[in-house]
Each structure stands twice: as structure tokens, then as C-alpha cells.
């Protein structure tokens, strides 16, 4: 193992850019995409440029804190997640996907999870009239065929990373299990940790569940409160909302979070007054929304945390060229 792949900040950027094994993870990050894309555009997706400002974000970034700019005298905000515009894609397409950046002021205690970035990128993907359910598959199938085009493209880069390719194949070779947010609950409280009954799986539970199972799994029906108005409440479990989390073994912690979107105006409205936010912020979403926006489901994937799992990295900074860890000041 390489002495960067043990350093628990990044390098100085020259030896980070030069760096055998960045090279390798960014070759491997960028055929992953390609293989992405390859997969999406077959599922009859289009691709569109997301935005990177606007009036307001995802209310819903776990504690991170949003950055605001100066945009002619508005205050804007940098995306923390393009949620509400993939939403509103839909009213031109109806299957869509990008490439988007993101920015979170992630906490400081973040730092040292190795799967947190200040700036990152996600692939999101939504389409009209889907389930739950049906997005729960499509990410399945995604993420296998990733992992499947990988091996097949990168051999030589898994080999400069260390990456048993017998091992990758492994995770994705069985079905990927489901479990309820009340039985990953119950599993973390007899491995000792204090989760709570009514809040995301926090970071440490993510990376602890994790690593008892071998095989990819979904997280499903997150207690409402926990996640952004966006996500839709079943109808027959209130309370409970239709969403998940797709979680990679060994570790490697949470790669995608996904959900039935919420498109009923009165609701919509109902749900973001409950978060304490003013709906007044949300007003050109709002309009859309009274308007008609189609129901749909989609996920956003971690471009990064997914680069990290098939490299096999220690590290998520290890699978961006250009890495900003919570409360660093880098380029």
C-alpha cells in the first residue's frame, strides 16, 4: 500500500495529481461513468446540464449547512442537491439524468468519516410515474452494470489499486437484500450504538451496518421528519415514508438515497411548513407544483463513494482530482 493511501488528509496537489493511483482512480471513475451513461441513455434517459445556483437548495442535506452568494442583489444558494430541479425536468422529459456538482459545508466531525466531501458530485437520475420500488430496481441494475462494465474495461487500474477483482464481482453477484429503517434500528442497538428511533441511520451506523453484511442491501421506509419534504408519505403506513438508501459492503457505508416524490400541492405545502421552512422561499417550485408536476421517483448516486468501492480506496478524496475534506482550505 502506498504512503498516500494511508494519509489521512490529502497531499499537496502536486503530488496528489501525480500520483499513480489518483490516475488510476479517475481512469476507473471515468469509465464507471461511461458505463453509466452507456446503461441510462439504453433505459431511454437523457442526459441534462443541472443547474449550480438558485434561489433555494435541498432543505434536506443532513446537517450541512447551505453556502449562499450574492447573485444581483438575490441571495442564491450553491446546490447542496438539484432534487427540486430534476422534478421539474420532468415537465420536458420524462426519464432524466446528470452529472451534477454539489456543495455542503459538511460538519467538522465529518472529517474524519472518509466518505465526506465539501464538494462532490452526484449522478441523479428520475423518471415520471415511477415507484418506489420500481427506482429501488433500476438502481440495482444500474449499479451492477457499473460494476460489470469496470471489470471488463479497467483491469489494469484495479490492479494498480490494489482491487481484487474476484472480490468486486462477489458483491454484486446475489440480489440486493432490503431491510426497514426499524430493523436496522433494532441491529445497531444490539451492536451497541445508540440510534435513534425517528432519524437517518447517522454515519457511524451506516459505516457499522455496513460492515457486517458481504452484498449490497437497500435501507427502506424512513420515519417522516427525517428526510426533505420531497419524499413522499405511504399512503397506507403514515408516518412512513416511501424512500431508501442503497448501502455498499464492507464498510463502504451509503452510495445512493432515493425516494417516491411527493407532488400533491396541499401536502407539498403541508410538509414544508412542518420542517419549519417558509414556503415563501420556495415559491417557483411551489408554482410548478400547482401547475402539475408529474409524479416520479428517482436517486441521486455518489460519483465519488461509488469511485471509492470499486477502487477499493481507503479514502473518498481519493477518487476526485481536486479534494476539499470538511474545514480544510484547499484549490
Known sequence: MSTESTTPVPPAPYTHLTSPRTVAALTLQASFLAGAREFLTAEGFTELLPPIIGPVTDPGARGAKQVDIDYYGHRYKLMTSGILYKQASLLSFDKIFCLAPNVRLEPLETAVTHRHLVEFHQLDVEFAGGSRDEAMALAERLTRHCVTHVLATSGRELEALGRDRAELAKTVALPYGRLP???????????????????????????????????????????????????????????????????????????????????????????????????????????????????????????????????????????????????????
Not at 281 to 290: C, I
Not at 311 to 316: E, I, N, S, T
Open 181 to 331: 429503517h426499524t430493523e436496522v434500528v433494532g441491529e445497531l442497538r444490539r451492536l451497541g450504538h445508540p440510534q435513534d428511533d425517528f432519524t437517518e441511520i447517522d454515519w457511524r451506523g451506516e459505516e457499522l451496518i455496513s460492515a457486517t453484511r458481504s452484498d449490497p442491501f437497500f435501507i427502506t421506509d424512513y420515519p417522516k421528519g427525517s428526510r426533505g419534504f420531497y419524499d413522499r408519505e405511504s399512503p397506507h403506513e403514515l408516518g412512513v415514508l416511501r424512500n431508501f438508501d442503497l448501502i455498499f459492503p464492507a464498510g463502504f457505508g451509503e452510495m445512493m438515497s432515493g425516494s417516491e416524490r411527493e407532488t400533491d400541492y396541499a401536502r407539498v405545502l403541508r410538509r414544508i411548513r412542518e420542517t419549519g421552512e417558509n414556503p415563501a422561499k420556495y415559491d417557483w417550485y411551489l408554482t410548478l407544483v400547482r401547475a402539475g408536476l408529474p409524479p416520479s421517483a428517482g436517486f441521486g448516486l455518489g460519483v465519488e463513494r461509488f469511485t471509492r468501492f470499486l477502487g477499493g480506496l481507503d479514502a473518498v478524496w481519493q477518487g476526485t482530482a481536486y479534494p476539499k475534506l470538511p474545514g480544510q482550505a484547499r484549490p
